[in-house]
């Protein structure tokens, strides 16, 4: 099934840059009407109820989700502006300590 539809897909593809003398909307209608038709097919065949299956699922424990306030959320992005500027300050102390001995220390170089 899930070749059916790629063929569909394939055709609709084939018949938009084939019909190159038609109008703009007779390519498009071909490629979009092959694009439907193979997503149908798709959802149709066994692969196609199970992705269905779990996006039902997914869509269940997404309900279930408790989403912070935006109180919550503009502290928790300060609290990550914070330590990516902590971060930030540390990494950069850091590599000119190592470059300060690297060439000051052991090269000599000034």
Same mark, same amino acid.
């Given at each position: 099934?899930?070749?059916? %539809?790629? $063929?569909?897909?394939? +055709?609709? !593809?084939?018949? &938009?840059?084939? =019909?190159? *003398?038609?109008?703009?909307?007779?390519?498009? %209608?071909? $490629?979009?009407?092959? +694009?439907? !038709?193979?997503? &149908?097919?798709? =959802?149709? *065949?066994?692969?196609?109820?199970?992705?269905?299956?779990?996006?039902?699922?997914?869509?269940?424990?997404?309900?279930?989700?408790?989403?912070?306030?935006?109180?919550?959320?503009?502290?928790?992005?300060?609290?990550?502006?914070?330590?990516?500027?902590?971060?930030?300050?540390?990494?950069?102390?850091?590599?000119?300590?190592?470059?300060?001995?690297?060439?000051?220390?052991?090269?000599?170089?000034?």
């Amino acid at each position: 099934m899930l070749v059916l %539809a790629a $063929l569909f897909v394939l +055709l609709g !593809v084939i018949g &938009f840059y084939t =019909l190159t *003398s038609q109008g703009v909307f007779t390519r498009a %209608a071909s $490629l979009v009407s092959g +694009l439907m !038709v193979g997503s &149908f097919v798709a =959802l149709i *065949s066994p692969a196609g109820k199970k992705f269905i299956g779990f996006t039902k699922d997914s869509w269940r424990e997404v309900r279930k989700v408790v989403w912070p306030t935006r109180k919550e959320a503009g502290q928790t992005t300060l609290v990550v502006f914070g330590f990516v500027l902590v971060m930030a300050i540390y990494l950069w102390l850091t590599d000119k300590t190592i470059e300060w001995a690297v060439f000051s220390l052991f090269l000599g170089w000034k």
